[in-house]
Every structure is written in structure tokens, then in C-alpha cells.
T-cell receptor
């Protein structure tokens, strides 16, 4: 049973380009969360999605950032017109149910470097 | 809003010794979950231990145990018989206990070094 799969592992983009980060949740998980980790900091919540719905995007910057979790396929975090400050590790996590012990399973992250 | 504070940016422990990592949090909720995650250099976030706030008994997972003080809003992690593989960043995290899944709020982390 594969865990949460994120790709690419590393992504380099020039300023102004678009970055697309993919996350395939664990089999059977329908809840996906995206977090961002700046160097030497903890993870900061960005967005929570269920299939085809954004449930909570309170941590998502209002501009340039968007996320989706289509009926088929992985969840995508999209960053348009990247800037140096977007350089960070982006983690995806998934969970199965609405509550329970709710300990998410994390992917290995995508390290985005903007040059 | 909930906040999680880890006041020890770095800690060091000798192999086979015991170390305690501190975590405090602020919330107005009465039911919630608390977690400790480990992040080794590989960046993978690994769940170490979790605690439900309504349970008075402290959680234990092999060499890892917590001291949960609900009134003091304190949730420390004790690592016994430390091993070289325990070296990592450790993050304390909080999650509301609600009818729908909700986000984790993380502390800023404690870097643990294990020496011979």
C-alpha cells in the first residue's frame, strides 16, 4: 500500500514561471492537505481539499496560488509567476475520514527553488 | 486561534540517555488531539506519538512517551534510551477535535542531536 506520493521531489523554476506540484493520496484517502515549510521553520497549513471541493483555504495566499483535487487524478498545487519567496518545501498529507485519530500521512515533500 | 510553542530550538542528548522536549499550546477548545512528528534529514514527516485530550493517561510508544498536562496546556515528549537514529527535527502539533477533519497547527520545532 503505497504512501502519499509527491512529485517532483525537487523543482527549480525561474522567477515568473509556473510551478505545479502533484500529490497522490494514500489509497482510500479522500482528504488532502497542503503545507508549506520555510527553511528552519515548522509546517504552515495552506489548504484542505476533498474530492472536487476546497474545504479550507485559509492559509493560502490570495494571489498566484491555487489548488485542486479532481475526481480523477492527483491533487495539484499551482503557483503562478513564482518569486524567490516561494522557495520552500511543500508537503502534502492525506487522511481517510473526517475525524477519528486524524493523524495524517505525509508525503516526502517537494522542494521548490526559485532562481 | 490555536498556537503551539516549542521553546527549545536545539537539544542534545548522549546515546542511551533520556531527553525531554517541551511543547506548550494555547486553545479554548476542550477536546483536541496533540501529536509529535519527527522530521529526519530526508524531510519525511513521521508520526511519533499522539494523544487525545480527553484521555488522562499519557500515551506511550516503545521508547517514546508524553507528559500531558491539560490544565497547564503542556505536552512534552520523553525519549528514553536515545539512539543515533533519533537525531532529527521534532515538531509538536495540535488539531481540533471536530466533526470534520481540520488542519494541524505546528510548533517551530526542536532539533535533537544524539552524541556518542
Amino acid at each position: 500500500n503505497a504512501g502519499v506520493m509527491q512529485n517532483p521531489r525537487h523543482l527549480v523554476r525561474r522567477r515568473g514561471q509556473e510551478a505545479r506540484l502533484r500529490c497522490s493520496p494514500m489509497k482510500g484517502h479522500s482528504h488532502v492537505y497542503w503545507y508549506r515549510q520555510l527553511p528552519e521553520e515548522g509546517l504552515k497549513f495552506m489548504v484542505y481539499l476533498q474530492k472536487e471541493n476546497i474545504i479550507d483555504e485559509s492559509g493560502m495566499p490570495k494571489e498566484r496560488f491555487s489548488a485542486e483535487f479532481p475526481k480523477e487524478g492527483p491533487s495539484i498545487l499551482r503557483i503562478q509567476q513564482v518569486v524567490r519567496g516561494d522557495s520552500a518545501a511543500y508537503f502534502c498529507a492525506s487522511s481517510q475520514d473526517l475525524q477519528g485519530m486524524g493523524a495524517y500521512t505525509f508525503g516526502s515533500g517537494t522542494r521548490l527553488t526559485v532562481v | 486561534a490555536q498556537t503551539v510553542t516549542q521553546s527549545q530550538p536545539e537539544m542534545s542528548v548522549q546515546e542511551a540517555e533520556t531527553v525531554t522536549l517541551s511543547c506548550t499550546y494555547d486553545t479554548s477548545e476542550s477536546d483536541y488531539y496533540l501529536f509529535w512528528y519527527k522530521q529526519p534529514p530526508s524531510r519525511q514527516m513521521i508520526l511519533v506519538i499522539r494523544q487525545e485530550a480527553y484521555k488522562q493517561q499519557n500515551a506511550t510508544e516503545n521508547r517514546f512517551s508524553v507528559n500531558f498536562q491539560k490544565a497547564a496546556k503542556s505536552f512534552s515528549l520523553k525519549i528514553s534510551d536515545s539512539q543515533l537514529g533519533d537525531a532529527a527535527m521534532y515538531f509538536c502539533a495540535y488539531r481540533r477535535y471536530v466533526g470534520t477533519a481540520s488542519k494541524l497547527t505546528f510548533g517551530t520545532g526542536t532539533r535533537l542531536q544524539v552524541t556518542l
